[in-house]
């Protein structure tokens, strides 16, 4: 692969990435071996430090999302061995035991270090804890996991009358509630079934549509007792188990695979293998979504590691074709829809996404800032309420576009940048760093003339 096609520059910790594809066109060709899942490397080293005794993590993402969790959790006690990929290990200290930190433990841009981890620190009594992020996560509603905590007798506070970081949390003794969710979030739900952990009696979350259950399987896989109503969406957890430290072998994240599975449907003659991908059936919106639009998807070698499923992945150019996509299979894909709007953009009709209002206060407005930037490259795109409708078939030229500190953001756009006539050049690329370091080296390696 020639450096004139794909080239990253970077200065004082700011990445430019230029893509500049031949005339002739270029093709996508090779194996890939994609970072660890981010939801589950989370729930691996917060379990694992809360546990009693020794677990063991293999294959953890070394983004800047799961180092934000690893140094909370040390700041207040626990023991977690340098990360990588081949074998992280954390001496737990035991349930109920996490120290009272001298210092604000820092989330940096991690919501979901943020949200869950006020679960476990507002269900232990008499500890103070004083938390913060960068300045995208401290513009992040906090108050969908502080207002059921608050119920449970919490007390929380923070700016913007308790709803953004800094926060600070006088641990306090819980009393377990049945919570009715308003929206299907992994995050609201697993915040209080850890809350629940520390509280006498049965804690129930009962959401609106099934969301991504990866703390159900965890927790039960450390000891914890859970019920789970399918039929309701209901989860119960019995408080103050005994949690033992586990060996958790971590699945590659679908997520990430979906870059790959958009890229080499979209590129004429495209041929990709993704090795060991998480297909939880809670985290498979994107492989349905991408089978109603025709992609050429296969799922090979399927077998089951630590309690989740696995897959390799293979997925060849085909012409995609427009769906609408809303509805109960939103919360499985919510994270892939800014490259599933990419995909859209080179299918025959109208696609329309929907019921994604949620997307406004992820990292960034993902809405908003994907629909923006796509429109700089000519795409036609327009921006609903709680979506996109994107008409397919029309040229895109390269441009001059930004990720605006989102790395599902910078990533999408190198995907669009890979059929775009001209050079584009995206800024803020090393945003792409908090879930997929190696995201560009594996888009170089891939990429033939």
């Not at 604000?104 to 869950?116: D, H």
């Not at 089978?291 to 399927?302: F, P, Q, T």
């Not at 490259?377 to 409708?389: K, Y």
């Not at 090393?430 to 033939?448: M, R």
Request: hydrophobic share 40%; charged share 20%; net charge negative.
């Amino acid at each position: 692969m020639s450096k004139s096609i794909i080239n990253l520059q970077s200065a004082e910790n700011q990445q430019t990435l230029t893509i500049t594809p031949p005339n002739t066109g270029l093709s996508l060709q090779g194996t890939l071996q994609i970072p660890g899942d981010k939801s589950i490397s989370h729930r691996a080293l917060m379990l694992g430090a809360i546990a009693e005794g020794e677990t063991i993590i293999e294959g953890l993402l070394l983004g800047e999302d799961p180092r934000s969790t690893a140094d909370c959790f040390r700041a207040m006690g626990a023991k977690i061995s340098p990360l990588n990929n081949e074998k992280v290990t954390v001496q737990g200290i035991g349930l109920g035991h996490l120290q009272e930190p001298s210092e604000v433990l820092e989330a940096g841009n991690s919501g979901t270090t943020m949200r869950l981890m006020l679960g476990l620190l507002a269900s232990h009594p008499d500890r103070l804890f004083c938390v913060t992020g960068d300045a995208s996560l401290r513009s992040r509603p906090m108050s969908r996991v502080i207002k059921p905590l608050q119920t449970m007798g919490a007390k929380i506070w923070g700016r913007n009358n308790n709803s953004l970081a800094p926060l600070a949390i006088q641990g306090q003794t819980l009393k377990p509630i049945h919570y009715h969710s308003p929206i299907a979030s992994a995050q609201v739900k697993s915040c209080i079934l850890l809350a629940g952990l520390m509280t006498e009696g049965k804690t129930t979350v009962t959401e609106p549509a099934l969301s991504r259950d990866h703390s159900e399987r965890m927790l039960q896989a450390f000891g914890a007792t859970l019920d789970i109503d399918a039929t309701t969406n209901s989860v119960t957890i019995t408080g103050h188990p005994e949690l033992t430290g586990q060996k958790v072998i971590v699945p590659g994240d679908i997520s990430s695979a979906a870059f790959w599975l958009v890229a080499a449907s979209i590129v004429e003659g495209a041929e990709l293998l993704i090795e060991n991908v998480g297909i939880n059936p809670t985290r498979t919106g994107i492989l349905e979504a991408l089978e109603m639009m025709g992609a050429n998807i296969s799922l090979e070698n399927e077998r089951v590691i630590t309690g989740e499923p696995v897959a390799d992945l293979r997925v060849k150019a085909t012409q995609l074709k427009a769906c609408t996509i809303q509805g109960e299979i939103i919360p499985r894909l919510i994270d892939e829809v800014p490259i599933l709007a990419v995909a859209a953009l080179f299918a025959q009709g109208t696609t329309i996404i929907k019921d994604a209002a949620e997307l406004r206060v992820k990292e960034s407005d993902r809405l908003a800032v994907i629909a923006s930037q796509l429109g700089k490259m000519g795409a036609n795109i327009t921006e609903l309420p709680d979506g996109l409708e994107i008409t397919g078939g029309k040229e895109l030229n390269g441009a001059e576009v930004d990720s605006c500190g989102d790395h599902r953001i910078a990533m999408s756009l190198a995907i669009a940048a890979l059929r775009a006539k001209g050079k584009t050049i995206i800024n803020g690329a090393e945003a792409a760093a908090i879930s997929y370091p190696e995201f560009v080296e594996s888009l170089q390696a891939i990429t033939l003339e």
